[in-house]
């Protein structure tokens, strides 16, 4: 099993179209979880931190479900600007607590 | 200059040369990484320092080697390198120990094809 997996995409949504997301982590131990933005060839950026009882940032709302070990991205109201690739991070826990894992994004493209 | 800034952007090596990649991060953080990303691939860890100490060495080949003179700066020197090293080499930087751990900001990246 993949240490965080996501579903590649690409999502296809009009303008004003609400979309969700989803990720999957394996350890169980996890605490962090953050969700970053990365355009096309541009480096990520952080979009949002995901905190246990979800949070919420404009047009952006996270989840986390630790019971089943996934973390939710909705963007509501959804912009041309929104499209680009969304990273699910999940920390790993033990070590030297710096190292997280990546999913390998999911694609979103919104069409006018 | 602002955030994390890396140079070069892009580079071109053969097997056989010996380069270095730059990053400078101006944002009084006190933990820098070095991350791989190849197409199709999630970025992939390759070194964490913490405080100019190495603290993740995540199982990189050694014609990879680091280097943090302090703790603004990282350099990440390559020498004899395979084609298959050719991706995108993001530098990040973090304050940790604080509120925020494990937030990184990336630089722009530097693009290295290995010929």
């Known amino acids: 099993r993949k240490e965080v997996e996501q579903d590649p995409g690409p999502f296809n949504v009009p303008e004003g179209a609400t979309v969700a997301f989803n990720c999957t982590y394996s350890?169980?131990?996890?605490?962090?979880f953050f969700w970053y933005r990365q355009d096309c060839r541009k480096e990520p950026k952080l979009l949002m931190s995901v905190y246990s009882s979800g949070n919420e940032d404009g047009r952006f709302t996270a989840q986390l479900n630790r019971a089943s070990q996934y973390i939710s991205l909705l963007i509501r109201d959804s912009k041309l600007s929104d499209s680009a690739t969304y990273l699910c991070?999940?920390?790993?826990?033990?070590?030297?607590?710096?190292?997280?894992?990546f999913g390998k994004g999911t694609s979103l493209l919104v069409t006018p | 200059e602002t955030g994390v800034t890396q140079t070069p952007r892009h580079l071109v090596m053969g097997m056989t040369n010996k380069k270095s990649l730059k990053c400078e991060q101006h944002l009084g953080h006190n933990a820098m990484y070095w991350y791989k990303q190849s197409a199709k691939k999630p970025l992939e860890l390759m070194f964490v320092?913490?405080?100019?100490?190495?603290?993740e060495n995540n199982s990189v080949p050694s014609r990879f080697s680091p280097e943090c003179p302090n703790s603004s700066h990282l350099f990440l020197h390559l020498h004899t390198l395979q084609p298959e090293d050719s991706a995108l080499y993001l530098c990040?930087?973090?304050?940790?120990?604080?509120?925020?751990?494990?937030?990184?900001?990336f630089g722009a990246g530097s693009r290295l094809t290995v010929l």
């Open positions: 990040a930087s973090s304050q940790e120990g604080a509120a925020g751990a494990n937030v990184l900001t």
């Open positions: 320092y913490s405080l100019e100490e190495r603290v």
């Open positions: 350890n169980s131990a996890s605490q962090s």
């Open positions: 991070v999940v920390n790993i826990p033990g070590g030297s607590g710096y190292a997280l894992n």
